[in-house]
Every structure is written in C-alpha cells, then in structure tokens.
Nanobody
Framework: QVQLVESGGGLVQPGGSLRLSCAAS????????VGWYRQAPGKQRELVAR??????TYADSVKGRFTISRDIAKNTVYLDMNNLKPEDTAVYYC?????????WGQGTQVTVSS
C-alpha cells in the first residue's frame, strides 16, 4: 500500500508559478515510477511529467515550463510549474507504481486565471 497526498494547488495569474508536492507513505527509492497527471473539466486525464530513478519525461505542452523532482529524504515528489497558462487549469494528481500496482492521490486543484 502506498498513500499519496498532494498539496500546493491554488489560484494563480497567468505567467505565475506554483509548486505541487506529493508526499508518499512509502520509500520513494523503491517506487518504480512516480508521475503527475492532470484532468481538466470534460477532458481525459493526461500525463504531465514522470520520474523513474533519475530520468524525467514531460508532456510537450509543459516542456520548458514544468520541472519534476524528488526529495528522497522526505519521500516527496515535486512539480514546479512556471509561466502558467489558463490551459494548465486542472486537477493535478500524483501517481505511483509499486510492484506492478498503481496508486493515486486525491488530487489538488490548479486554477490559472486573471
């Protein structure tokens, strides 16, 4: 079992920044893959960024603006989001894969609006 707790969402103006955190109840070194997904109203959930060991992958729409990282000592994965756009508005979810089982957090709302 892995519990994931996201935090850091909120309302931000276009061009602003936010840092999302995903705190895991399990040693993240043992977690094979951790990712951030998002789901906007009326749209399917999509991958935003993921990290496997030291390797990171990003959706084309966020490359150069978002950065995924992890703090092993805190069992926490972060998503730094810069130059936010209205189209980044969504509920952001943390996902972890451990021993072929996937786990989801409860999500955190990010709203980009002036």
């Amino acid at each position: 079992q892995v519990q994931l707790v996201e935090s850091g969402g909120g309302l931000v103006q276009p061009g602003g920044s936010l840092r999302l955190s995903c705190a895991a109840s399990h040693n993240i070194v043992e977690i094979a893959l951790v990712g951030w997904y998002r789901q906007a109203p009326g749209k399917q959930r999509e991958l935003v960024a993921r990290i496997r060991g030291g390797t990171t992958t990003y959706a084309d729409s966020v490359k150069g603006r978002f950065t995924i990282s992890r703090d092993i000592a805190k069992n926490t994965v972060y998503l730094d989001m810069n130059n936010l756009k209205p189209e980044d508005t969504a509920v952001y979810y943390c996902n972890a894969a451990l021993y072929s089982t996937g786990y989801w957090g409860q999500g955190t709302q990010v709203t980009v609006s002036s």
